[in-house]
């Protein structure tokens, strides 16, 4: 039996509570997420992901629109039949319950035999590796060890959907990376479909089979985390993933699979990717994609307006014909960065160059 | 539309709002409507005409005002009294804070009218202070205003304490400090930050103790001598002229105040509040000047004094052989309360405490609903839950006998009828405990149970209960001192086969039995200090068993 | 948490299963004070076996609650309180007749005719003083209706409502039928400048006199006896030169009430030998003759008395209460 998700336009709509307006949470999301993988949920705070998420687990009632679990509508199914087992951002353990009965409670309900849950707990607990911490009760717990335990819980009763909303926000950003890691591999090994919200990219580029990037209850764009990166489809998807430098152009001619754009600093060729001419476009250089070269040397001449350094990398600001470019340079070993005032060449491939439509606004 | 869906497919929990809405219409709503339609019909026409009768007479028209003037003195009086000693106690860093804090709050759990007996033993004609101060030369006069000012504020600033103190310890000190390192003085900072962040609870706490003083019963039936005032007023139309329309009518004067000052208090003031109550209160770490405290270590002392001093005049009074001839000590009223006390005393525990558990759970699964889940009426269902406590027992009595004195809804003379009174009139403590203490349970605990199979009932069982088990057991306490004490409503309901021990304290001190009274006041405010106590243990064993929840939200 | 549940529920499935064991119980609402009604219920308890559920309200409080349980009456008999609220009782259509078997007989002013309620002692309308009162204002005990107006009795004086105290409709009655009903208004409007406040109980005047809240009480002379000077406190019982009322205490039966047959057992019992030599404790006058007055009770050929007309008292109350609320104004 197939365990995919899919969602087919959902709408979520709260009615204002006392004099407050409506707010369009979810508008129009139809999104299928294949059994066994791992989708991310991403996009800045409140636009929607939680609710999406809500959704699948049964804990809002979609205004419009449809949930299905492989083939079964599940819809109008209570949240407590749906075998959705959910990871809260805030764990939600019951801290009047002992590890070993937070993680058995789903068990319980479904009435497995005391000696089959015990082992069943005991094993979970190896995996998620908290062996021996079983009579604790959560408060007793580390931040890092409550979220296996929430994991734990949600793992056990073998859920046909794993959601994930922002479970790691609460760690401290080392615990955060090893644990996006160890739940990489859990989901993986047990090739649960699993939704997974947040709101940081890093998170997301490093979990994701594929990645959802929502903006206002929408989704802007479903792609590879690769995918993603390097063909945002909107201004909005590229500038929330990494960092960007958007020139502002239009498609003069198409020839072949290449555009010629036109953009200040001069004329461009850049893969079509199905622009026509006379189209606004914005072009996407990204700061990795650019290398400095001596003055006088590379496609642009410019001067370093600022520099930051990072240790393994500069940021510099290049100031080329009245417009700041972003660029990203691996630090040399030893050599000493360049000081603003230095008038510097600009150098990148025509070929990583990539077009976003752009409307009337910058 | 879709919540309607979703709650229809959870079946136990629609069936809870459903018996639940019908019960609150039953019990609530429909003895206010009978009253009414009491006062505004006759003959099966609607007229105005018991209202003329009584606004036209002047002497039906003084309890009007006499209420309201009382309302308003007890109110500014207790604000006042609640006020010092919060701000002694959160803010002043005063000796003694732990007494202060439990004398402070003694006369919420005493039954009312044991301040108005004191006051009687201490300050009547033959009063102690009265003889012995001043040799029977000055009367005190405190059978009419006087005397209900004192011992409403008295037995009312308890709560006016409690809002403030809420307040208080919840204003972030840095405010103060800040105000302070600007460079204000300890009165400026006081004048300009204290007390204007206080203001909310100020109007709050007023707009409470206007409504308790109205709703008071047993201190003005005892005390107010002939300055009558509504409560007392309506009960008397009623059980002593048996004028229905007139009590009614009386009953629906002394609703209209009391609702708008619980809707403005509820709807209004709460929402002024820039204080976000969620906040752990935090140490008082601003302390006033040292003449500052000692000068309100003073005024504390001089109310606790006060407060020791009439309850101290029960004590004694209650080991009296005869007072006002007689001063030997005896213990023969104790040997009385159980004789002929016996069965007052078995009655009233009997109904308490069937009564206080049903209040109890009522109330955790009401305020579960309320908080955790939609469903159309949802707002309906909290304001008339809240209702009871707003509208004067009075009134809600009146109405009970009204209601229920016919077939179908024939309950006049049952012990059910007085344990539906004790349960509707109580469920708002219950209901508070349960909210306060759910708004503190993160949702995500709950849902996470549903995830995992649980369905409503379920989860409210085996999670949401024992995380609210500590509010359910101080709901649970309050609501049993409020049965044992009560006395306004239940004294239209009582019968034959079951009699309220505050009922029989009020016809003693009305024959001024006053020995007798008070020995049987202090044996039950002894019995309401044993439950407390019992309930304290339990609850400690339950905190001890769970301890810690907090760290995991 | 289920256990607890489990108790609870037993707990109150316990507690509604506990009243009424034994088939005998009689329900009654007496006007008597608490503490009297202790030394008769518990003896006729004895006497028949059959148990008493009762509630002590002022008399006019059983009639006002009696009119309103009319359609589902509570209690079987009415116990206490003068004549003329029994006939008003009558009246009200709340009583049903039952002539008890006598080897003696009842004054015709002590039984309606047509049996609907019975009267079982008699007692007249005093005052009792203060004694501390008296001396330390050098004022003598009132001795007639006049003496109450005096300015030395400025709120010293203490009586019940009318309208919840049998007692106190006593003394308004009295007053009405002796001074014409404007004259006796007229007086009481001036009585009202010197009286304190009202009680809902008539005899709870007494005992606030007996402290000395108030220096003179308007009671009736058992109740200035049995709780005044019998309990200790100075109180000097003095009655009105120009004549006094009185009552005749009665009983009724109750029209639909649950216990009929219990019911006329009570009132066989409350005449009886046995049960009126009890009434010595409260210095009750007997009307059996067989029965025992106590020492220093006042029997009616002691005191004057006018020809006080309680069919008229009883069939007026309504109107002379309604009277008396506006123009006394409480
Ligand atoms: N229960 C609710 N009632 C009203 N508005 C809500 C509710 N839950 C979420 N919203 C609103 O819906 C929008 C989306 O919220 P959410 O799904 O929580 O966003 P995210 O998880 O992406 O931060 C926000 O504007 C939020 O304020
Ligand atoms: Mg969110």
């Keep these: ?362 | 539309m879709n919540e309607l869906r979703k709650i229809l497919r959870e079946p136990v929990l629609a069936a809870a709002i459903g018996v639940i809405a019908v019960s609150l219409f039953l019990f609530v709503i429909y003895p206010l409507f009978k009253v009414f339609q009491m006062s505004v019909v006759e003959d099966g026409r609607f007229t105005l005409h018991v209202y003329r009768d009584l606004l036209d007479k002047p002497f039906e028209r003084r309890p009007i005002y006499n209420s309201l003037i009382l309302g308003a003195l007890v109110a500014v009086a207790g604000t006042a009294v609640g006020y010092l000693f919060a701000f002694a106690i959160a803010r002043a860093d005063v000796p003694w804070k732990r007494f202060f804090r439990l004398i402070a709050t003694f006369p919420i759990i005493s039954p009312p009218f044991v301040l108005s007996l004191a006051a009687i033993l201490l300050l009547g004609r033959k009063g102690f202070i009265t003889r012995m101060l001043f040799q029977g030369q000055w009367d005190p006069h405190i059978y009419g205003l006087r005397g209900l000012v004192l011992v409403e504020t008295i037995a009312f600033f308890p709560t006016a304490f409690l809002i403030m103190l809420g307040i208080l310890q919840a204003i972030d000190p840095a405010l103060e400090e800040s105000s302070l390192n600007l460079g204000a003085t300890r009165w400026q900072v006081f004048r300009t930050v204290t007390l204007p962040l206080s203001v909310p609870g100020l109007a709050s706490s007023l707009l409470v103790l206007f409504v308790e003083s109205l709703a008071d019963f047993g201190n003005p039936i005892i005390l107010s001598g002939n300055f009558h005032v509504l409560s007392v007023q309506a009960y008397l139309h009623i059980t002593g002229m048996v004028d229905f329309g007139g009590g009614a009518a009386l009953a629906v004067i002394l609703l209209f105040p009391t609702l708008a000052a619980f809707l403005l208090q509820k709807y209004w003031v709460s929402r002024k509040s820039y204080v976000t109550v969620t906040g752990k209160p935090s140490p008082a770490r601003l302390s006033v000047d040292p003449f500052t405290r000692r000068l309100l270590f003073v005024l504390c002392l001089g109310v606790t004094g006060l407060i020791l001093l009439l309850y101290g005049t029960v004590i004694f009074g209650s080991f009296v052989t005869l007072w006002g001839a007689n001063y030997t000590l005896t213990i023969k009223h104790y040997a009385s309360v159980f004789h002929i006390g016996g069965r007052y005393l078995r009655d009233t525990l009997i109904l308490a405490s069937v009564a206080t558990p049903i209040t109890g759970i009522l109330g955790m699964v009401i305020a579960f609903l309320v908080v955790r889940k939609q469903f159309v009426g949802k707002g309906l269902m909290d304001l008339t839950s809240m209702l009871t406590f707003a509208v004067p027992g009075t009134v809600v009595g009146i109405g009970y006998i009204l209601a229920f004195n016919e077939r179908p809804l024939l309950l006049t003379g049952t012990a059910a009828i007085i344990v539906l009174l004790f349960i509707f009139r109580n469920v708002p403590v219950g209901i508070r405990a349960g909210v306060a203490a759910l708004q503190q349970i993160d949702p995500a605990i709950e849902e996470a149970a549903t995830n995992l199979g649980a369905g409503s009932a379920r989860t409210f069982v085996t999670i949401t209960l024992p995380l609210i088990t500590p509010a359910f057991f101080s709901g649970l306490a309050y609501g049993f001192v409020r049965c044992m004490t009560a006395i306004s409503a239940v004294i239209f309901v009582v019968s034959g086969r079951w009699n309220l021990i505050t009922i029989a304290i009020l016809g003693l001190v009305e024959n001024a039995d006053m020995s007798q009274a008070a020995a049987f006041s202090m044996v039950l405010i002894a019995i309401v200090l044993l439950v407390l106590g019992l309930i304290q243990v339990g609850v400690g064993r339950v905190a001890t068993s769970q301890m810690g929840y907090e760290a995991a939200g | 948490m289920r256990h607890t549940l489990t108790v609870l529920a037993i707990v109150a499935a316990a507690a509604w299963a506990i009243p009424v064991q034994g088939a005998q119980v009689l329900h009654m609402y007496t006007a008597l004070d608490t503490a009297e009604t202790q030394l008769y219920i518990p003896e006729f308890e004895k006497d028949t076996g059959i148990k008493v559920e009762w509630v002590r309200l002022s008399s006019g409080e059983v009639l006002a609650r009696l009119r309103a349980e009319a359609k589902n009456p509570q209690v079987s008999v009415w116990y206490g309180g003068p004549s003329q609220d029994h006939i008003a009782g009558k009246k009200a259509g709340i009583s049903t007749p039952y002539k008890p078997p006598l080897d003696w007989t009842l004054p015709a002013n002590a039984h309606d005719v047509d049996w609907h309620w019975v009267g079982y002692y008699f007692g007249a309308i005093g005052f009792g003083s203060n004694a501390d009162f008296l001396k330390k204002a050098g004022v003598p005990a009132p001795t007639s209706w006049d003496d109450l107006l005096k300015p030395a009795y400025k709120g010293q004086i203490a009586i019940a409502f009318p309208y919840t105290s049998g007692t106190s409709y006593t003394v308004l009655a009295t007053l009405v039928q002796m001074m014409g009903e404007d004259k006796a208004f007229e007086y009481w409007k001036k009585l009202h400048a010197n009286i304190h406040h009202y009680d809902k109980s008539g005899s709870a005047p007494v005992t606030q006199a007996g402290l000395g809240e108030v220096g003179i009480a308007v009671s009736f002379s058992h109740d200035l006896i049995a709780k005044g000077s019998a309990k200790g406190y100075p109180i000097a019982m003095t009655f009105p030169r120009e004549g006094t009322g009185y009552e005749i205490g009665g009983i009724s039966l109750i029209k639909g009430g649950p216990e009929p047959e219990l019911a006329k057992k009570f009132v066989d019992w409350a005449l009886s030998v046995r049960a009126q030599n009890l009434m010595q404790q409260w210095f009750r006058i007997p009307l059996n003759p067989k029965a025992e007055v106590a020492k220093g009770a006042v029997r009616a050929d002691q005191v004057k008395l006018i020809n006080f007309d309680a069919v008229k008292a009883g069939d007026d109350r309504d109107r002379l209460i309604k009277r008396w609320r506006s123009e006394i104004g409480q």
């Design chain 1, 1 to 362: 039996m197939s365990n995919a998700v899919r969602l087919e336009n959902l709408r979520k709509v709260f009615e204002g509570r006392g004099g407050s307006s409506r707010v369009v949470a979810v508008d129009d999301v139809s999104l299928e997420v294949k059994d066994g993988s791992l989708v991310t949920l991403l996009g800045p705070s409140g636009c929607g992901k939680t609710t999406v998420l809500r959704m699948i687990a049964g804990f809002e009632a979609p205004t419009e629109g449809d949930v299905f679990i492989g083939d079964e509508r599940i819809t109008a199914l209570p949240a407590n039949k749906r075998r959705t087992s959910m990871v809260f951002q805030s764990y939600g353990l019951f801290p009047h319950m002992t590890v070993f009965n937070n993680i058995g409670y789903g068990l319980r309900i479904r009435k497995v035999p005391a000696p089959e849950l015990r082992a069943r707990v005991l094993s979970m607990l190896e995996l998620v590796g908290l062996a021996g911490t079983e009579a604790r009760l959560p408060s007793q717990l580390s931040g890092g060890q409550q979220q296996r335990v929430a994991l734990a819980r949600a793992l056990i009763t073998e859920p046909r959907v794993l959601l994930f909303d922002e479970p790691l926000s609460n760690l401290d950003a080392k615990l955060r990376v090893q644990m996006r890691l160890e739940i990489r591999r859990l989901q993986q090994r047990l090739q649960i479909t699993s939704v997974y919200v947040t709101h940081d990219q890093d998170e997301a580029m490093t979990l994701s089979d594929q990645i959802v990037i929502m903006h206002q209850g929408r989704i802007q764009q479903v792609g590879s985390p690769q995918e993603i990166y390097s063909r945002p489809r909107t201004l909005f998807v590229a500038d929330f993933i990494g960092k960007g430098n958007f020139l502002a152009g239009t498609v003069r001619a198409v020839d072949g699979d290449r555009a010629e754009v036109e953009i200040t600093q001069g004329r461009l060729r850049i893969p079509a990717g199905g622009f026509r001419p006379a189209d606004a476009v914005w072009v996407l250089l990204r700061p990795e994609a650019i290398g400095l070269a001596p003055a006088g040397v590379g496609r642009w001449q410019g001067r370093i307006a600022a520099a930051t350094y990072l240790g393994s990398e500069i940021f510099y600001e290049v100031a080329v014909g009245g417009q700041n470019l972003l660029v990203k340079v691996g630090h040399p070993q030893g050599a000493t960065p360049l000081e603003a005032g230095n008038p510097v060449g600009v150098v990148f491939d025509e070929g990583s160059l990539h077009l976003i439509p752009r409307e009337g606004t910058a």
